[in-house]
C-alpha cells in the first residue's frame, strides 16, 4: 500500500509516524518549510505517552516528486485546498482513494446522498466546483479525526489525547479501500472503524466546532469558560440547536444530545480551539468550514438559524480585520 500525507501538519503527522514506524505502508509526506527540512535531515520525532520515537518516511515537497499513491490523506484546513487540489494532481491513479480528514462540511457532502440535493455542490467550501472536478467524490473515503496533536518546532509532533479515525464511504457501503485502510490504521496503533452513516459521527464533531470555535474566536475565551459562563454557554447552545435542526431535516441522526455534547466539550478544560489560535497567530481561519458552510445549508433546507447568521457576520468581520479570512 502507498499512502500519502498532503499536508503532514500535527494530525497528518501523527499518522505518518505510526504508519511508517509499524513498517507495513509505504508513507510518503508532502511539507514545506523548516517542517519538510527538518524532517528531511533529522526524521520525524513522534512524542506521545511520554515516549518519544524518531521514524524516516519519506519526505518531500511536491506530489510531482512523491509520485502516484493508493491513498492521499488531505490534512489541509478546509480553505487551503481549492488552492491544493490541482497540485495534487500527480498524485492520483485511476484507483486513488482520497482520505478527507478535514474539519467542517466537506466538499463532497452531498455525493451519494439521497434525496432532493443529492449531488448538490456546497459554495461556501468550494465556490466554483474546483476541488469538486479535481478531486471528484467518487474518489472520497470520509474520515472523522478525533486526535488532538500539535507541532511544536519543525520535525516533531507532540500527540496530546486521543487515537480513532472513524472512516466511512459516502454511500454508506463497506468497501474494500476503506476496510484496508483501516485495517493499516488499526496495525499501526490507532481505531479506525468503517461507519455507514460518517456524515452522522462528522455533525457530531462539527456540531462542537461550530459553536465552540466562533465563540471562542470573538471573545477569546478557552472551552473552559465558553461552557461554564451561563451567558456564552446559552449562545452555544442555540447555535448547537440550530445546526441539529439543519441536519435533521438532512437525515442526520444525533446519538446523544446537545448538552452531553457540551458537556463534552467542558471536560476538555482551559483549551484554545484551532480557531482561536490562528487568529492569535494570524492564520486564515476556518470560517466558512465550520459555521458558513452550516447557514448554507439552512438556507437551503429552509431551517431558520438567526444565532447562527448573527454569529457568522461578527466572525467573518474580526476575521477581516485580522488578515485571516
Not at 236 to 256: D, N
Not at 317 to 322: F, K, M, S, W
Amino acid at each position: 500500500m502507498k499512502l500519502c500525507i498532503f499536508g503532514a501538519g500535527a494530525i497528518g503527522g501523527l499518522m505518518a509516524a505510526k504508519l511508517a514506524a509499524k513498517g507495513d505502508v509505504e508513507v510518503t509526506v508532502i511539507a514545506r518549510g523548516p517542517h519538510l527540512a527538518a524532517m528531511q535531515e533529522k526524521g520525524l520525532t513522534l512524542r506521545s505517552d511520554g515516549q518519544e520515537m524518531v521514524v524516516r518516511p519519506r519526505c518531500v515537497a511536491s506530489a510531482e516528486e512523491a509520485g502516484p499513491q493508493d491513498y492521499v490523506v488531505v490534512t489541509l484546513k478546509a480553505h487551503s485546498l481549492p488552492g491544493a487540489a490541482q497540485q495534487m494532481q500527480p498524485l492520483l491513479h485511476d484507483g486513488t482513494a482520497i482520505v478527507s480528514a478535514i474539519n467542517g462540511i466537506p466538499w463532497w457532502y452531498f455525493h451519494k446522498l439521497a434525496g432532493p440535493f443529492e449531488e448538490r455542490r456546497v459554495a461556501s467550501v468550494d465556490p466554483d466546483g474546483r476541488v469538486w472536478d479535481l478531486l471528484h467524490p467518487s474518489r472520497v473515503i470520509g474520515c472523522v479525526v478525533y486526535p488532538a496533536a500539535e507541532v511544536p518546532e519543525p520535525g516533531v509532533i507532540e500527540h496530546t489525547y486521543g487515537d480513532r479515525f472513524t472512516l466511512g464511504e459516502p454511500d454508506g457501503s463497506r468497501s474494500d479501500r476503506a476496510n484496508a485502510l483501516s485495517a493499516a490504521l488499526v496495525a499501526a496503533g490507532f481505531k479506525a472503524p468503517v461507519r455507514p452513516k460518517i456524515r452522522d459521527e462528522m455533525w457530531v464533531k462539527l456540531w462542537g466546532n461550530m459553536a465552540f470555535n466562533p465563540l471562542s474566536a470573538l471573545t477569546t475565551a478557552t472551552l473552559d469558560v465558553i461552557t461554564g459562563d451561563a451567558e456564552l454557554r446559552a449562545v452555544c447552545r442555540q447555535m448547537m440547536l440550530e445546526g441539529q435542526a439543519v441536519a435533521e431535516k438532512l437525515g442526520v441522526r444525533f446519538a446523544i444530545d446537545v448538552d452531553k455534547r457540551i458537556a463534552g466539550g467542558a471536560e476538555v478544560g482551559a483549551h484554545k480551539t484551532s480557531m482561536l489560535q490562528d487568529l492569535e497567530r494570524g492564520r486564515p481561519m476556518e470560517v466558512d468550514a465550520l459555521l458558513g458552510s452550516v447557514v448554507e445549508l439552512a438556507e437551503m433546507v429552509e431551517v431558520p438559524a438567526p444565532t447562527c447568521r448573527t454569529v457568522l457576520a461578527l466572525l467573518r468581520t474580526r476575521a477581516r480585520l485580522a488578515g485571516c479570512y
